[in-house]
């Protein structure tokens, strides 16, 4: 089989890497992929919002299934392009990744079908926005309504900062036309807790739970990433509260898109949060998560391959998705300074014995050498029979990795200890 995977970072490589595992693939090709997937795909430099190149490359090259993998192509109809010209595909179509797309559509839905959720407000103009701040109660979350390479959601812990944020997104746009519109909602406490879902529309089948680490520093300091490592399982997430989670999210999030006529097919990434009042959702992904993934795929034992046809094809509750019983740990080499200001273009150098659990993000191919591309330029991640062994283990491995600029954080997978030991 031809396989092809649109998407360039740490998540791509994961998922390339497990769709490997399949003897019946003869052939992977990464668009675009980066110098690091570059081992174990070809490369081609189409951009992953080029819906037209992607859908021409994948039927000239008689591509047999494609997986569309970040947010940006799935709400563009990426999909739906590739079904159109016969190519199956994995990934919801451009009306169920709405998703995540809109932020004021998902918490639309939550409302009208009863999902759990923090109380919100919608607003379209700057204006209304700031009045209705000067009362409301802090702290609060604003989220610009559209797309934000996961930078959107602004938590504010004084009124200042709320007002600050509203003038960002909406009139500095920061975010360009994704704050047009801004959600303004409750401030949630507890823990945060991630569970990635294939479903095909009809059966949902969660993968484990992970946890998270999106502050740049040591004690979940500095500015908010795109995650700066991960582990799981999350200790959080008891059999009591995935029950409740699957009774009263899960399915009713699946029913609730299948009733607006957005059948929902692919990876649904549930953010929940465990408050006192019960597990609420903080935001969908339409897509596999990043880090998360990287910490999830090595724990599934079934055929990814497999799984993902089942989806496309909608017989998902036919097969069996096993996850092994051991803990698994993520961490992230970044460049120094991100998500701010940061160098790069720095060599490299990944021995042997650690290549097979290095997932790269952010880097490129240069005379033959692998430099430094990127905020997040690898993951790390490391199995082991306890979190205690995991988190070791990725550590390990992360020591023997080198290049300029490097940093990561020391405590991934501390606050799931503390939790587990409590």
């Known amino acids: ?92 179509r451009a009306n169920a990744a709405v998703i995540e797309g809109s932020k004021v559509f998902s918490k639309n839905l939550m409302k009208k079908y009863g999902i759990p959720t923090a109380a919100y407000e919608v607003f379209t103009s700057a204006e209304s926005a700031l009045k209705y701040l000067e009362t409301a109660p802090i702290p609060t979350v604003v989220k610009a309504d559209g797309l934000a390479l996961g930078k959107g959601a602004i938590v504010c812990l004084t009124r200042e900062e709320a007002f600050s944020a509203v ?65 799981a399982p999350n200790p959080y997430y008891t059999e009591d509260v995935a029950k409740r989670c699957m009774d009263e999210i899960f399915l009713p999030t699946i029913n609730a898109m299948n009733k607006e006529g957005r059948t929902f097919k692919g990876c649904l990434y549930f953010g929940l949060m465990l408050t006192k009042d019960g597990p609420k959702v903080i935001e969908y992904n339409c897509r596999f998560g990043d880090p998360e993934t990287q910490v999830v795929l090595p724990l599934l034992e079934t055929d990814l391959l497999t799984v993902m046809q089942a989806v496309t094809n909608e017989t998902l509750s036919d097969i069996e998705v096993k996850f092994s019983h051991k803990n698994a740990c993520c961490v992230i080499m970044a460049s120094n300074g991100y998500p701010l200001a940061y160098e790069k273009g720095y060599e490299i150098s990944i021995p042997d014995e650690v290549k097979h659990n290095v997932y790269v993000a952010g880097a490129k191919l240069k005379d033959g050498k692998l430099l430094s591309d990127g905020g997040r330029v690898l993951g790390v991640t490391s199995l082991g029979d306890t979190l205690e062994s995991a988190i070791a283990a990725a550590y390990k491995s992360v020591e023997k990795i080198s290049f300029g600029n490097a940093y990561y954080r020391r405590d991934i997978g501390a606050r799931a200890l503390k939790a587990k030991n409590n």
Do not use: W
């Open 1 to 92: 089989m031809k396989i092809l995977v649109v998407g360039s970072g740490g998540r791509e490589h994961a998922i390339i890497k497990k769709l490997k595992e399949n003897p019946s693939v003869e052939k992977i090709y990464a668009l675009p992929g980066n110098g690091g997937i570059a081992a174990d795909a070809e490369c081609v430099a189409i951009g992953a919002k080029d819906i037209e190149k992607i859908v021409e490359f994948a039927v000239d090259n008689k591509v047999d299934y494609a997986v569309v993998a970040p947010d940006d192509p799935l709400v563009l109809g990426c999909v739906d392009a590739l079904e159109q010209k016969g190519i199956k595909a994995f990934g919801p």
């Open 167 to 231: 003038k960002e997104i909406m009139q500095d746009r920061k975010f360009g036309s994704s704050g047009d519109s801004i959600v303004i909602e409750e401030f949630l406490e507890g823990p945060e807790v991630s569970v990635l879902s294939f479903t095909d529309g009809k059966t949902v089948v969660p993968m484990i739970s992970s946890m998270d680490h999106k502050r740049a520093h040591d004690g979940d300091e500095g500015l908010n990433t795109g995650g700066m490592g991960t582990i």
